[in-house]
């Protein structure tokens, strides 16, 4: 892009770039000087030695992990089928569509206060499982880390099946046909021909899901239980920011959480590149 | 491979909710033989072909492989299970797996040892000449070589049937006669049945043992492509192979010359002799006799490069004014004016002929057809079949 056209472009990417600068770059960058200064402003590494030898502190990467890795993996796992199921459009499809999409738009509190209530021990989804006599007494789904997995799964799960649906029907439906007429049934067809395709489709929607999952805040508080067992990395960061007004230990939390994040993120990019080694485009032979 | 002596499609119908895509559909056709479906896009031709792969279910009729049913529109033999091969418009490659893997993906299916499948890949891919591409990914690849690599993954399970649904028409005119040379050689060399979908009459021609003409899902005509396009059934196929210059014309008077009619024919004043190659008993006498009693009219058709120029005068000629002229290299397609016929409540007849002298536009000159070129159609048929299919 060299001339009259490629200089035309650079002005247009102006806003752009001083959006990324303003609203990521800068305290991307600002939280990173942080992290690396102690109250006094003086460089040092007592952030991050703090964090890794406070065994409670410490112990909420294992926390998080164990809520996010699971809940991510049960969103992606269940979008798949529903997205391969639905690539031709089905019936009722703008329905099944608006109910998915409700949840994202509700916003995580709206979320965890009505499951506070609807599943609440007192709350219907108990009295309709003990009126069919599923369970005698009521069931703890709330304040603890059952909660914290089906609010995430019901945020996340729409975000993921969205992403793998446009993929699946973005796939060449000729492909599917090839594959017949070359003697795979159906299940062969799937796993050999549509799943390697949805790969880089995959990657992508359990690397937002994760993220999504691994900085859970709200729903980790209110259908968690924070002081112990679902004490998330993201209420550490939080409390030594606003509880003990450490900054720069906080920002050092908040660095720990985005390297974990970035190692999860290449461990699944490098999972597509070995799974996927054909073209980027998907479809056009 | 299982053998098999004939394919018979019995009364195929496919119906989309009201519309008929495919409509009453009976053809059988032997091993080794190179059927085309041909016809204008929305003719049916790929339904029926897909029709007869199983990717579409049927919704009447039977398909049947010597005395095998494998389709009787209830039960069917899944498309997997069919050893059919398809060739795809868009060659429809997995973009994820390299040219080797692509066409070895039906052979791994069939748990073929390792060592047979790698000579199987190899050899043909050399059928294609495309020999040391095996680890090239599609996306690295023209078109026509796509296209050779569908046309391998295919020939190389052997299969009972090769179907390919206008193959060529994704490639620039100079690849697509490259490649259907390729495929005309292929054929000869294999002999496998084959069923070719287009809607270029070139192509149909140039490959075919027979051509199916479709028109709204109805077969029009099957025939050998010198009967297709010499001796069109009705005004569609006549149009559709090339056909020109469809006059309204009166049968004034008929006689039998041998094995053929002789008509004398009112075209807007226009007087014109044709003669018909049609024997006696030829169930289109009884047509054009009907005509000629009754006075209802007939359609002419005349291929613009079977009118010659001719001088003043000569045999069944007359004179025309140029009007366009689109010089075409070997010849100049003409499109002009019949003179004779701008009397006074005529309308102007227009004559399309092809020419290899240089006529300017505006220029009058004298035309003639030969006699034994002119066909005749009953009038009314294109227009009756047209209502009777379009919804």
């Known amino acids: 892009m060299r001339g009259a056209a490629g200089r035309g472009i650079v002005p247009l990417l102006i806003p752009a770039l001083i959006f990324l600068v303003l609203l990521f770059l800068y305290p991307f960058a600002y939280g990173l000087f942080l992290s690396f200064t102690s109250a006094k402003g003086q460089f040092t590494f007592g952030n991050y030695l703090r964090f890794f030898s406070d065994a409670r502190d410490f112990r909420t990467i294992l926390v998080t992990l164990q809520i996010s890795v699971p809940v991510t993996l049960f969103n992606v796992a269940l979008a798949v089928p529903f997205a391969y199921y639905m690539r031709r459009g089905i019936k009722g499809e703008r329905i099944i569509t608006f109910f998915l999409i409700v949840p994202i738009t509700l916003g995580t509190v709206l979320i965890s206060e009505g499951m506070l209530t609807f599943m609440g021990p007192a709350g219907w989804f108990n009295q309709l499982l003990m009126a069919l006599h599923i369970v005698k007494d009521p069931f703890q789904f709330t304040h603890n880390y059952l909660g914290v997995v089906i609010s995430l799964a019901l945020q996340g799960f729409p975000y993921a099946f969205l992403m793998l649906l446009g993929y699946v029907s973005g796939i060449n439906p000729d492909l599917e046909k090839a594959s017949q007429m070359l003697g795979a049934n159906k299940w062969q067809t799937f796993w050999k021909i549509l799943f390697p395709l949805m790969v880089p489709g995959i990657a992508i929607a359990f690397s937002l899901n994760f993220v999504m999952a691994f900085s859970v805040f709200p729903s980790a508080v209110l259908l968690g239980q924070p002081s112990g067992p679902t004490r998330v990395i993201a209420i550490a960061a939080y409390q030594w920011a606003f509880e003990k007004f450490n900054f720069n230990a906080a920002s050092a939390i908040s660095m720990v959480m985005a390297a974990i994040e970035l190692i999860v993120i290449s461990v699944v990019l490098v999972w597509r590149n070995r799974m996927y080694k054909g073209a980027t485009m998907v479809g056009k032979g | ?391």
């Open chain 2, 1 to 391: 491979m299982k053998d098999f002596k004939k394919i018979s499609v019995r009364n195929m119908t496919k119906r989309f909710g009201e519309k008929i895509a495919v409509n009453d559909f009976s053809l059988e056709f032997g091993k080794g033989e190179f059927v085309t479906f041909l016809g204008p896009s929305g003719c049916g031709k790929s339904t029926a072909l897909n029709c007869i792969t199983g990717l579409i279910p049927i919704t009447g009729g039977e398909i049947w492989i010597d005395d095998e049913c494998i389709d009787d529109s209830k039960n069917k033999v899944s498309p997997e299970k069919r050893e059919f091969g398809m060739v795809f418009q868009n060659y429809a490659l997995f973009p994820h797996l390299s040219v080797r893997e692509n066409v070895a993906f039906g052979l791994k299916l069939r748990h073929i040892r390792h060592a047979e499948i790698a000579q199987r890949v190899e050899a043909a891919l050399k059928l294609v000449h495309l020999d040391g591409y095996g680890s090239k990914f599609p996306s690295q690849m023209s078109g026509g070589e796509q296209q050779r690599v569908a046309i391998a993954r295919c020939i190389v399970l052997e299969p009972r049937l090769l179907l390919l649904d206008e193959p060529l028409s994704n490639l620039d005119a100079k690849l697509r006669v490259e490649l259907r040379y390729e495929l005309k050689a292929l054929h000869e060399r294999l002999k496998v049945t084959t069923i070719y979908v287009t809607h270029d009459q070139t192509e149909a021609l140039a490959l075919s043992d027979r051509i199916v003409v479709l028109r709204l899902g109805r077969i029009q005509q099957v025939g050998t492509p010198s009967e297709v396009f010499s001796d069109p059934s009705n005004l569609f196929v006549a149009d559709f192979m090339g056909f020109k210059n469809m006059w309204t014309a009166k049968v004034e008077s008929l006689s039998a010359k041998g094995e053929r009619l002789e008509a004398t024919l009112d075209a807007q004043g226009l007087k014109l002799v044709a003669s018909l190659a049609w024997p006696e008993g030829d169930s289109r006498r009884a047509v054009i006799e009907e005509a000629h009693r009754t006075g209802q009219p007939m359609r002419t058709a005349v291929r613009p490069e079977d009118i010659s120029l001719a001088p003043r005068g000569s045999h069944n000629s007359f004179e025309c004014a140029a009007s366009i002229v689109e010089y075409q290299g070997q010849a100049s397609q003409v499109s002009a004016t019949v003179t004779a016929t701008a009397g006074p409540g005529l309308e102007a007849l227009r004559v399309d002929l092809r020419s290899g002298t240089l006529i300017s536009e505006g220029e009058v000159f004298s035309a003639s057809i030969p006699p034994e070129k002119l066909l005749l159609f009953p009038a009314t048929e294109s227009a009756a079949e047209a209502s009777r299919w379009t919804p």
